[in-house]
């Protein structure tokens, strides 16, 4: 049979009518997607529901919102097997239970961008701006000079007297090391101990060894203390431009410190150093904090780096997913499972973690720096995650507690570093980007 002639120009093409349609007016029922044979409600060669090709647009969000939230009912029957029945929704996607529930990736999407969405809008970054910028105007105040003279004086005096006590320290150290050694040695060679007072006797001898040792070493840091010294030189500047002032005239620290800074320091006033080498690009969130040279500016510097990290961070944490599966396909290697199954694991188990993270975040919005809060949010984290973790784990891969926990434990190790790993990797390019 000759191929039917295409439409010419300007002609419009048919438009397929759906199954429900055509059925009516006694044609054979076609998916217009696959224009395979079709009937009920999905076409059973491609899988597309059957409906009106034509939507109102109400009708068209409301489906859009459907199939992303699953909020036709997958959405709570995977969140209610996520967060309180570790593993489970696993086992179901294994076991081929999968339409009820939404796809690992998008699960972990979802719960990956309620956390981030949570941080962005809650921006912690900007209450610890605030911190700091509510205890700089508490510290903005103004004192008399000569009793700013007297706290400088009294600061300049404080090292060579903390010097003192720790060189008497090591000198009576020192002489009690050697009268414990020679009371040892004496008692070794007259026999008045026996041998089993040698060991107790022994480990005195090197407790007091190590104490002179660690003492001497603080004694060492003291005298070669760079950062004591700066501070030493600030003191002093101070102390100079205050002593050409009446006594009873008023002066602001802050701003007499501030101006010590920029004068002894110059241009490593804030003391901020990336040590990011010469030819990486600095982004504008570290020329910030390089350039600032009052707390306020240093506060926002801050506040803005901790944003640019914390953007980051979703890229990150994506990247390592892959680096969580291979670490358990090498630890599970003789149960021959694939790849892909361990990155399912880990989709379910990373969202549970991101959702916990999100309820953290909500409670220090609600609850501030209360000691409640401090309490709960470190329990979720340090052990409710775990805890998730290993019974997730167990019920996952069915083998027994200790041989899971053992896995665990080296899974928690290993992937614990990929961690910090990418922490500073995300830090490093808020830094340089």
Partial sequence: ????????????????????????????????????PSGGAYCATCGQKDQPLRQPVHRFVSDAVKEYFGIDGRLWRSLGLLLFRPGRLTREYFEGRRARYLRPLRLYLTATLTFFFLLTVLDPAGRVEQALSSQIAEADTTVAVAD??????????????????????VDSLEVLQDSIVRAFRADSAAGLIDSLDVEDREEEVEDALDDYDDEVGDLERMRTSSSRER?????????????????????????????ADMVIAGSEANGFSSNLPSWVPQSRAT?????????????????????????????????????????????????????????????????????????????????????????????????????YFYIAQKRVYGQGWIKTAVKAWLLAWTYGFFLILGIVLAVFLAAAL
Avoid at 148 to 169: M, S
Avoid at 380 to 386: A, C, D, S
């Fill in 148 to 169: 700013r003279l007297a706290e400088i004086e009294a600061d300049l005096a404080e090292y060579p007297a903390a010097l003192a006590r720790q060189e008497a320290l």
């Fill in 231 to 259: 501070e030493v030189a600030l003191l002093e500047w101070q102390r100079r431009q205050l002593m050409g002032l009446p006594p009873d005239s008023t002066i602001n620290p802050r701003d007499l410190a501030l101006a």
């Fill in 1 to 36: 049979m000759p191929a039917a002639d295409p439409p010419s120009v300007g002609e419009s093409s048919p438009v397929a009518k759906p199954s429900s349609i055509a059925q009516e007016e006694g044609q054979v029922e076609r998916c217009p997607n696959c224009g395979a």
């Fill in 287 to 387: 020329e910030r904090m390089a350039a600032a040279r009052t707390a306020e500016e240093r506060a926002a510097a801050i506040a803005e780096f901790a944003r640019n990290a914390i953007s980051r961070l979703p890229t990150v944490m994506f990247l390592l997913l892959p680096v969580f599966a291979l670490l358990l396909k090498l630890i599970y290697v003789r149960r021959g499972w694939y790849y892909s199954e361990h990155l399912v694991f880990g989709l379910h188990t990373h969202a549970f973690a991101f959702l916990i993270f999100a309820l953290t975040v909500c409670l220090f919005w609600l609850g501030g720096d209360t000691a409640w809060v401090g309490t709960v949010s470190a329990a979720l984290t340090y052990l409710g995650l775990p805890l």
